[in-house]
Structures are given as C-alpha cells and as structure tokens.
C-alpha cells in the first residue's frame, strides 16, 4: 500500500476532470506513469480534485488501466475544502472567499482525497462532520469568534475509514501550518487534524475505534522535526503505541541548510526556501507486519527520477503490509 500527492489540483472545478479526458496534460501523465511504476494493491491519494460522482477518480482509474495499472475498486467522498461557511472567517471584511470555507478551497471539492485499490472497499466511515471545538483538548485560536466555534469543521479536507476486508485504512489530508497570522489558526488546526487519530484510538469520540488492525496514511502537512508547524500533534501520534513508526526512507538523501530532521525520511520537496519535508505518512498499527517500506525517491541517476519530478513535488511513500 502506499499514499501520494500527485497534485492533481486545479485552480476551477472539472479542469482536472478535463485534462485527464484528454490525455495530454504533461504533469497528470507523469502521475499517471508514477502510479503505474508503484504497483501498490491499495493507493491513498491526496490532493485530487473531486467531481459530482467521483468523475475525476472515475477518470483516473481509466486512464491507469490503459497503462496496465487496474484499480476497479475506489472511492472519493467529498470533501470540505471550499464548502462555505457563511462566515468572515479570516476578518477582512469579505464573505465566500477561500479563506471562509470549511478548508481553503477555490471552488468546492478542490483538493480532496481519493483511495485506489485492487482489493474490494467496504462501507466508509466519515469522521469529516466533527466540529473542531468537539475535538477533547482542542486547541482552538484565542480570537476564534462564537459563530465560528459553531460551524468550524476539524477536518480541512477529510477524515474517514475505508475497510479492506479485516483491514481498515485511516486516511486523512491535513491543512498546512501556516498562511495564517499570530493567532496560528492554521497551526493548531493541522495538529488536531493529527491528533484526532489518537482521540478516535483512545475511545474519546462519538465514533469507536477500529475494529481490527489499521493503517494510518495520509498527508499530515507536519513535519515531526523541522518546519513551521507544532510538531508536538506529530510526536504525539508517532510515539503512540497504538502504531509503529517504520521510518520508510528514499535513496536520494539531500541535507537541506538548517534541517534537523534525517533527509532520507522526506517525503516532499518544496524548493529552497523550505526544502525537503516528511509531511506524508503510513503508520501501521502495533502487531502488523511489516515486510518492507520506503519513499519512492531515488537519486538523480536513476532515469525515472526526472518523471517524479515532473509529476508532483511529493514522492510516494509505501509499505509492503503482511496482513494476518
């Protein structure tokens, strides 16, 4: 199994929908190629635009299968990116901007999540309705106003479980820690967005915990050693005993200036002023075996390292899972 962002994101809906009818857009044939290579049996994938009826996912599918890449199995919820919320949000006065939906967003539906796989799919569970100030120990902004309490929704894009027969995928994509001001309203969102992990495994929400072994997968935005977020949420879930923390680790290993954290766990590279990140995740649960993990980031020598450049500034980060 894997996760990856292969950015399939534009700025107006039905754009991703469109180039991939058409089969010519560079960058989403580069994810095409990227997925293909990978060969995982079950794909979480974030930062994929969604359409009424699973369109984009539909049309995903298809175009992998042409490559020898079948996923007959998957599904896309929507998410809560660019659904409004009625409110000021960022207090400048304006309504329906990005900035005022339930997760940044251009238009609704942009930038969601998506799992392919070539195992049947069960019936989901959406944790994405829970209210932030529903979260126990939410670290809400101190200026986060009563309406806002009311109507905010944890989640930026989504929380959900999707069943793979005794298997359950834990999968969720998480705001950035920053754009935001002093308040940090940004940074204590994407640490809950972690958090809620151990919350749901603790039996602290409406939900119960998993019934069996799960995986963990996702883009959590936070790095658990270097970057802008609060790493505390990350160091939290990582140090849980409830999952193991199998460090997957790339060929290439870059030592960008002022990083503290190991460059073979990054997982995505934002360019110089930021660098590499270990901002996506696949953390089993204790008890399951682990045969073998990694990100798929070899060095510059290999040739299919210029395709997973093309493709998205995120590389694949995989695990092969011996279920019981």
């Not at 989901?124 to 829970?130: H, I, N």
């Not at 929704?153 to 359950?168: C, I, Q």
């Not at 995986?215 to 935005?221: A, C, D, K």
């Amino acid at each position: 199994m894997a996760t990856y962002n292969p950015e399939l994101t534009r700025n107006g809906p039905g754009l991703v929908l469109h180039a991939l009818r058409k089969r010519n857009d560079p960058q989403i044939m580069a994810a095409v190629a990227v997925l293909a290579r990978l060969e995982a049996d079950i794909v979480v994938l974030t930062g994929v635009d969604y359409d009424y009826g699973q369109a984009a996912v539909t049309e995903l599918a298809a175009a992998l299968r042409e490559v020898g890449a079948d996923y007959p199995y998957f599904v896309a919820l929507r998410p809560n990116t660019g659904v409004q919320t009625g409110l000021d949000l960022d207090g400048n006065g304006k309504t329906g901007e990005s900035r005022d939906a339930q997760g940044f967003g251009r238009f609704a539906g942009s930038s969601g999540m998506a799992v392919l796989s070539r195992l049947p799919l069960g019936e989901v569970r959406d944790f994405s309705g829970l209210l932030w100030r529903d979260l126990p120990g939410a670290d809400l902004p101190p200026d986060m106003t009563p309406a806002a309490r009311e109507v905010q929704l944890l989640s930026t894009s989504g929380h959900y479980e999707v069943p793979v027969g005794a298997l359950r995928l834990l999968v969720w994509y998480a705001t950035p820690p920053v754009f935001d001001g002093p308040e940090d309203r940004n940074g204590r969102r994407n640490k809950d967005e972690a958090l809620i992990w151990l919350r749901l495994l603790e039996g602290a929400l409406p939900w119960a915990a998993p019934d069996g072994p799960f995986v963990i997968l996702g883009q959590s935005n936070l790095d658990p050693v270097d970057g802008d977020g609060l790493q505390g949420g990350m160091a939290a879930l990582l140090g849980s005993r409830a999952v193991q923390d199998i460090e997957p680790r790339g060929t290439a290993v870059r030592q960008d200036a002022g990083q503290q954290g190991d460059p073979a766990l990054d997982t995505a590279f934002y360019g110089k002023g930021v660098g590499g990140v270990r901002v996506d995740v696949l953390l089993p649960s204790a008890g399951l075996r682990v045969v073998a993990s990694g990100v798929m980031w070899p060095d510059d020598s290999d040739p299919f390292a210029a395709t997973l450049a093309a493709a998205a500034r995120h590389r694949p980060v995989w695990a092969d899972i011996d279920l019981p």
